[in-house]
C-alpha cells in the first residue's frame, strides 16, 4: 500500500493478507462467497509460491466504538454509580480528544484498556448467540481463526470513529477450516489464540470492580 516501500521478490514471501473482501453487486448481497473464494485464492497461492505459509486478513472492527458506548450507557440495575461504567466513560472521553493518535502519553495509556476491551468484544459480544460484529461473524464463519489486534491499524476518521482505530487478523489455516467451521456452526464456538483469550480476560468488564475510598 505504500508506493514508497522496497520491493520484494514474491517468491521469498511466507505470508499472504488479504485486506478486504466485498460483494461489488447489489443482487449478491446476502450470498456469501467468502469461504469459497478466500479457500480457493489460498490454494492457487500456495501452489504458484511454495513457501506461503500463514494466509491472514487484516480486516476492519466495526462495531466495536458503538458497543463501548452501549456498555457506558447501560444500567445494571442496582445503582447508577457503577466503577466499571465511570471507567468506560473516562475513555471514551478520551478518545474524543483531538489528535490522541498522535500523542504518545495518551496513546500509549488508551492502547492497554482499549485492547482488553476491544477482545472482550469479539469473543464476548453476542447477539442471538452470535458475534455482535458482522466483520467476525463473516470470517468465523468461514472456519477462521481469531488471531491479534493490530492497535491503530486505521487511523482514517471511519477507522476511528468505527473500531478506535484498531484492525483485527482472521487466519485462515486450510487444515483447520473444516473444524473450526463445525465448531462455530453447532456449538457457537470462537476459535481464537490464546493471546486474544488472556486480552479478554483482563478486561475491565471481566475484573472486579476497583474499590475506591
Known amino acids: 500500500l505504500d508506493p514508497d516501500a522496497p520491493v520484494f521478490d514474491v517468491h521469498d514471501a511466507d505470508c499472504a493478507m488479504f485486506y478486504s473482501i466485498t460483494n461489488c453487486q447489489e443482487g449478491l448481497r446476502g450470498v456469501s462467497f467468502g469461504n469459497l473464494l478466500i479457500k480457493q485464492v489460498a490454494e492457487d497461492l500456495g501452489r504458484e509460491f511454495p513457501r506461503l505459509k500463514t494466509f491472514a486478513t487484516l480486516s476492519p472492527i466495526p462495531g466495536f466504538r458503538a458497543w463501548l458506548s452501549a456498555e457506558a450507557d447501560r444500567k445494571d440495575g ?16 478520551m478518545l474524543d480528544l483531538p489528535d490522541w493518535t498522535t500523542d504518545k502519553g495518551i496513546s500509549a495509556g488508551l492502547q492497554r484498556e482499549l485492547s482488553r476491551l476491544c477482545a472482550h468484544y469479539l469473543l464476548h459480544a453476542k447477539s442471538r448467540d452470535q458475534p455482535l460484529d458482522p466483520v467476525a461473524r463473516f470470517h468465523l464463519g468461514n472456519g477462521a481463526r481469531l488471531e491479534r489486534l493490530n492497535w491503530l491499524g486505521d487511523t482514517s476518521l471511519s477507522g476511528l ?24 456452526a453447532r456449538d457457537n464456538r470462537i476459535i481464537a489464540s490464546r493471546r486474544l483469550e488472556l486480552l479478554a480476560r483482563e478486561s475491565l468488564l471481566q475484573r472486579p470492580p476497583e474499590k475506591t475510598a
Do not use: C, F, I, K
Not at 442496582?78 to 472521553?93: E, G, K, T
Not at 484498531?166 to 473444516?178: F, P, T
Open 78 to 93: 442496582h445503582s447508577d454509580r457503577d466503577p466499571h461504567r465511570d471507567q468506560l466513560v473516562n475513555l471514551l472521553a
Open 161 to 184: 470513529r468505527r473500531s478506535a482505530g484498531m484492525m483485527v487478523n482472521y487466519v485462515y489455516d486450510l487444515s483447520d477450516l473444516e473444524r473450526n467451521h463445525e465448531a462455530y
